[in-house]
């Protein structure tokens, strides 16, 4: 009986765990936790440093693509430079008032960021599909001279239709005026008109807005063919522009292209992260956005300055070339792209300014700043960690290329 007893007051079965062993366990399983939650910490650190790397990589061959693909179209029409470094005298009836505007007739621009502060770049070609050789004109010539206000004269009209923009240079080169072709039926074969007012252009349609036998789609894909479509000149202002008697003219086609590469902020004033274009001819109220990301640009002209065929090393340059002979002169165009993740790391994973055009003496690196856009300070929380406004803190991918101006070189050759 006392036997049984005892086995009654304490049965196996009723002893459990013990509150050591609770402990440990709890200890054991908190330690897993903890390993788990930090591998995945790592997992998740090195994924958003691979995706925005991804992302980083697709905006920058975009970007690249784009603006490469557009300095290979710079100079044409006007590719033989018979009138090159001239100042072009526009107008454009949709401006504010006066409505004048200016600029140069070069294939490329680059105008140097102050201080290593992104370049910005300008690209003009035309669109013609029928002519991409100068024509002269002589107002002069029999029969009786033609008003330079209002039409030129030239030697061959083919090619010339009305809807069309072109660039009359004067016969020293120096002074030139951008035209919109409004008629060419003149009776004597030679006379293109770019007066004021209404025109039909040389679709037949004076505006494709209208009501046409045309479907929505086709009307649509005309429209995007002219720079101008409204039915009346816009770039005409019944005056000669300051240009002479007797000169050339270049056909930039229906669809010119003066297109400003640069980066900036969209909207302001958001640090400058955008690569932009804006075709200030086709007066744009905003630039437009080609990739994001995008910190830097820079850029520099390929001379062959002595005529070799080749441009060497130490004929690359930021100077613009001075004079129509030194446009003649220039043969590329090197461009670089600074595209920057977006994932802020802990640690400086660039701790040097990333550089490009290596094979230059000395080799070009990128004038880096803050995150904010303001002057490289380096700022650090206090504790010698990077903070989120160091450049150092993010990855770059440098895109850089070198495009022959081909325009250029088929024109002089």
Known sequence: MGATMKNCVNPPFQRGFTL???????????????????????????????????????????????????????????????????????????????GTFSFPMVPVLIVDGPAGAPDTLTVLYGSGTTMSANQAFNNLMPPPAVSNSDAKRANSRTGLRPGEIIIATDSGNVVCGLFEITGNANADGLTVDHGTGAYINYTNNQNVTAQTSLGAADLARLQTQFLNNTGSAVYNDGTAKGVGSTGAVFNLGTFPQHNVWQITSLPPPTPPRFLTVNNTLANQVAPTEVAEGIVDLQAEYGVDADADGVVSAAEWTTVTPATAADWRQLRAVRVALLARSQ????????????????????IRTFTMRNVDDTPDTDPMDGTGKPTPNNWRSYRYRVYETVVPLRNLVWGMS
């Not at 939650?37 to 061959?61: E, L």
């Open 20 to 98: 050591v062993e609770v402990l440990v366990g709890m200890a054991v399983a908190l330690i897993g936790m903890v390993m788990m939650f930090q591998s995945m910490q790592v997992w998740d650190a090195r994924k958003r440093t691979t995706a925005s790397g991804s992302d980083a990589q697709v905006a920058g061959s975009i970007a690249m693509f784009s603006l490469e693909r557009d300095l290979k179209m710079a100079g044409y029409g006007f590719g033989n430079a018979t009138g090159m470094n001239c100042t072009v005298a526009a107008y454009d009836s949709r401006r504010p008032a006066p």
């Open 343 to 362: 994932q802020y790391e802990t640690t400086a994973v660039t701790p040097v300014a990333p550089a490009w055009a290596r094979e230059a003496v000395p």
